[in-house]
């Protein structure tokens, strides 16, 4: 199988801040590992759905190979872009299933674009209004918006608000994986209990920002650590907010409030470092053939359903090692 290719693009090295070097990249060979830990005996069908990695203006993914007991097709889904695989089987093996996809990537560092100069990047999408409504948990309830009146008050521009929102967070959320509940990224707990992983961080920025009319975004994918090889036990997010004349401009709120370096903070707003790998965006995310099971929160992990019924539990991980530079550029 083989991911559709989609020439590599930098942002403009001109910035809200000086920039002295150009944008740095990474280029990486990769296994995402899907597990469905326990497939019953007796399933008549069996039906997995598993993101893949995507070309987005920052990544470039070549030689996308799927190693599965079970055949599949690469489809896409309709609302985002996102690709993903569908695998069924009647009458599957009993056990424990264990899904591989490789592929080589080439990751470009995000530099914050000229907030200031309107020089449009990228094409404004057909509808914006999807990202200003309210998705399950990420929710547009009265205290949600008068939560966001309070943190803008006072702040008349896109990036000014959406500046004051990621400094709330990175001020008052902390990453904390020990309260109940963390990692839905549920909107409402967040605000109750300012705690939580990158999931909750970013459901907040997001229902904040689309509170005062911004639209915004879930991204979610994998950090790669600064060792030249390495496994990857759990998934990372982000989120993205619409700067009109600029396009998706991001922000790692969670990331961001681990770091007690100023300059640090300043640069995840707006700014990303090549040492992640995107796979999906969006929430409540709808495919097809659509699983029996509600919309998916949000699509990192497989989802697996043994005759309509949702099979847990899943876990993922993802191996890599580092490649040369140009080494994805030279593969076909």
Known sequence: MKSAIILFAALSAASALPVSREPSSRSIRATYVATIEKVPAGVGRLEVWVPLPTDTEFQRVRNLKVDSPYPGSVRREREHGNSYLYLSAMQPRAGRLEIRVSFDAERGEVVRPALTLGSRREPRPQDLSRYLQPNRLVTLSPRVRDLARRITWGKTTVEGK???????????????KTAPGWGMGDTERACDVQKGNCTDFHSLFISLARAEGIPSRFVIGFPLKKDPAGTIPGYHCWAEFWLE??????????????????????????????????????RDLLLDPPPCAEPLNYFIYPHAEADGAPLTPVSIQLEYRDLTSGAVAATK
């Open 245 to 282: 004349g600029v396009g998706w401009v991001p922000v790692d709120a969670s990331e961001a409030s681990k770091s007690a370096e100023l300059a640090r903070r300043d640069y995840l707003f707006g700014n990303l470092d090549p040492d992640r790998i995107q796979f999906t965006v969006g």
């Open 162 to 176: 959406a500046h004051a929102i990621y400094t709330w967070l990175v001020n008052t959320m902390l990453y904390d």
